[in-house]
């Protein structure tokens, strides 16, 4: 039985158990921070597929990335949830947000168009939706708002099995908020600093007597600043959800999502001096015209049917529909050579496009247990489908505004804004991925669980001047788990995944696929009554059939052969602690050491592959409510630290040494109802950069020292 379950830019105002327990623990200090629920809701589970918060009833276990309830012992890889209280507290209202905080995981802003994520030397390219591919992360894709978003979960490693195609860096799947049993309100107001305010209101329940069809409503909107001058964005978002048991056996869920962006942006972000240095231009420096503007207008639609048979057996039926149009008008400051005593050496370089993504995924699987040899057993099967139409369209200005700019003189204010004489389409693609898969659990004894599984997955993609279709590919996986004792598991895992390349050989074919082979051995333990997760695992990935350029048949003209023979590696070690230590102290802390290389590349061998990847990684945020004053006031703390990074430009490498920030929280409960809290983030205003590009230009400092207040009404 299925329980219930027109452009306006504007600035506004400015023993052994104990010993590696205590191991996990001092990834960082015991600084206390708030939580302002009730003790039953204060403890979440760190569970990958089902986190008890006060927006889900608590009688339904959704689906994780594996498509089946599983706890995290349960799943022979390395596997993160930022969960609702967590988002609450930290005040993490986008993804980038949320993935900041992720461990093993590097943020890298204006990458393609859009923000990319690191796992493990890897970009990330595997995003989904309660568990259905989505249309995300890819060039020109729209922030992605948390208001609608119960939690985020992490699955790192290779999973083509399960989505497809892809990096062998990590899965990221985004759980909708869905209608609650009880009639609920929710009302978040924010203010911070450069001018930044956002409401967001959330209402849901039943809406027939019987509880059988019930609703869910998110509204948000924001109005923002940066901490770049000009820059600004206004977001605006409408989401709905609806269920309806059709019967004792069947749920339908459907609804859809609006979200509109208008952004003065920050395409140029800084350069560098020719020479690689420092030009110590203020994180304020805004070197756009003020007419730079970034629009998305985002449609989402969705839908799952599930059913539960006799014997345990479920399936589930998910569609997804997205449609992102954007448009992107600007003009930044670009140098190659910018004399650091001038400022001379760079001009204004303008642009403008249009975008158009349509989305559309499917997936239908079938599971349930079943007996062999006297021991019960787990079998997931299912299909897959996914398309994506992406098309370009590049304007050309009816006015030359090319000319000389210097970097220190620099007025956004100068340069009157041109018109578009006319677009021209320059990219039409359609990709198209379908797979089938297979995935046993078996339980060979008490203690002892095997995971095989198999897709076979087709994928074809078609361009304005070509089709590419490779062969079909088989991915398979395997994992063994080990319950050795009531706390604690041991666990190997092999997962398989693989990226086709577009690139032609010399006979006129195209390269067979990458092949991303991840390999992964760890132990996780749980503690606090299945409320705190712990687990160390070491990875390593290599990734092969990478393009190289054909010595033997060298291009001629623009065209380029190419043959299969590139190799990376990437290996290191990850530690977690995750959940709540008491009904009052929650602990989330991560660290990760990562190592890339280049195996066998005919112009890097033996250098690093992800320079941007820093080795080592660790993130940490506890939360403590106070004992007095009936428990009203909470405090807390957030610790980010890492090592150096670099990235070639030229002949020239750009360096970020090691650096730590500090984040602190104050939270006081007014009454049941209302909560109020105080974030700080990057206490000690630590200078610093977040990415590099290169010394031209697209160079982002970190955010300086900023303030949030927040109220929140529950009713």
Do not use: C
């Not at 395409?267 to 420092?278: E, Q």
């Amino acid at each position: 039985m299925i329980k219930r379950r027109n452009r306006i830019r504007s600035h506004v105002l400015d023993g052994r158990n104990s010993a590696l327990l205590a191991l996990l623990l001092a990834l960082g200090p015991p600084v206390a921070h708030g939580q302002e629920r009730e003790a039953s809701e204060s403890m979440p589970s760190a569970t990958l597929p089902a986190i008890t918060v006060k927006a889900t009833d608590e009688s339904e276990t959704p689906r994780s990335v594996f498509k089946i309830p599983l706890q995290p012992r349960e799943i022979p890889q390395s596997a993160s949830v930022i969960d609702e209280l967590r988002i609450e507290q930290q005040g993490l209202v986008d993804l980038d947000d949320v993935m900041k905080q992720a461990t093993g995981v590097i943020v890298q802003p204006y990458t393609n168009l859009t923000t990319s994520y690191s796992v493990r030397g890897f970009q990330v390219d595997s995003f989904e939706i309660d568990g259905v591919p989505a249309g995300f992360g890819s060039q020109a894709s729209s922030p992605q708002d948390m208001a609608i978003y119960e939690r985020v979960e992490i699955l790192r490693g290779a999973n083509g099995l399960l989505h497809g195609s892809g990096n062998p860096a990590a899965t990221v799947n985004l759980v909708r908020k869905m209608p609650t049993a009880e009639r609920r309100i929710g009302i978040n107001l924010i203010g911070g600093s450069w001018d930044r305010y956002r409401g967001e209101f959330d209402v849901g329940g039943p809406i027939n007597d019987a509880g059988t069809l019930r609703g869910r409503l998110v509204a948000a909107y924001e109005d923002r600043d940066f901490f770049t001058d000009i820059a600004d964005r206004k977001t605006g978002l409408l989401y709905g959800v609806f269920q309806a048991d059709l019967s004792d056996s069947t749920k339908l869920t459907f609804g859809a999502q609006y979200q509109d962006i208008k952004s003065t942006t920050d395409m140029a972000g800084v350069p560098m001096a020719a020479d690689g240095a420092d030009l110590g231009l203020s994180r304020s420096t805004y070197l756009n015209t003020d007419w730079s503007a970034f629009d998305w207008t985002t449609h989402r639609a969705f839908g799952a049917l599930e059913h539960e048979m006799a014997g345990g057996w479920r399936t589930k039926f998910s569609v997804e529909y997205e449609n992102t149009e954007s448009t992107l008008k600007y003009a930044g400051v670009y140098g190659t050579g910018i004399n650091a005593a001038t400022g001379t050496g760079a001009i204004l370089s303008p642009g403008a496009y249009r975008f158009k993504t349509e989305y559309r995924s499917a997936d239908l699987n079938l599971n349930g247990p079943f007996s062999l040899f006297g021991r019960e057993h787990q079998a997931l099967v299912g299909v897959s489908y996914g398309r994506r139409d992406h098309q370009m369209k590049t304007g050309a200005f009816d006015t030359n505004i090319m000319q000389p700019v210097n970097v220190y003189t620099w007025d956004p204010h100068s340069i009157p804004e041109p018109g578009i004489a006319s677009y021209k389409l320059s990219t039409d693609n359609t990709t198209t991925e379908k797979g089938l898969y297979v995935m046993g659990r078996f339980s060979l004894a008490d203690p002892l669980t095997l995971v095989l599984g198999s897709r076979l997955s087709w994928w074809e993609q078609t361009t304005l001047s070509a089709t590419y279709k490779p062969d079909s590919q088989l991915v398979p996986y395997a994992g063994l788990i080990w319950d050795f004792n009531s706390h604690w598991s041991a666990y190997v895992s092999y997962a398989g995944v693989f990226q086709p390349q577009t690139q032609l050989t010399y006979d006129g074919g195209i390269l067979d696929p990458m092949k991303g082979n991840s390999y992964e051995a760890g132990i996780k333990g749980v503690f606090a009554n299945n409320r705190f997760h712990v687990s160390a695992a070491v990875f390593r990935i290599d990734q092969k059939n990478r393009a190289q350029e054909d010595q033997d048949h060298p291009g001629v003209g623009q065209a380029t052969y190419y043959v299969n023979g590139g190799e990376v590696r990437s290996q290191g070690f990850e530690l977690e602690a995750n959940g709540n230590l008491t009904p009052n102290w929650n602990l989330y802390a991560g660290y990760t050491y990562t190592d890339t290389e280049y195996v066998r590349d005919r112009d890097n061998q033996g250098k690093a592959f992800s320079s941007i990847t820093p080795r080592h990684v660790l993130k940490v945020w506890t939360n403590y409510t106070l004992p007095w004053q009936e428990r009203r006031w909470s405090v807390g703390a957030g610790l980010q630290t890492q090592s150096e990074y670099t990235r070639a430009s030229g002949l020239v490498t750009l360096r970020q040494g090691g650096y730590s920030t500090m984040n602190m929280r104050v939270g006081y409960r007014v009454n049941p109802k209302w909560n109020v809290a105080l974030n700080v983030n990057n206490l000690f205003d630590k200078r610093y950069y977040q990415s590099f590009f290169g010394t031209a230009w697209s160079n982002r400092y970190g955010e300086p020292r900023n303030v949030m207040l927040s109220l929140r009404g529950s009713f």
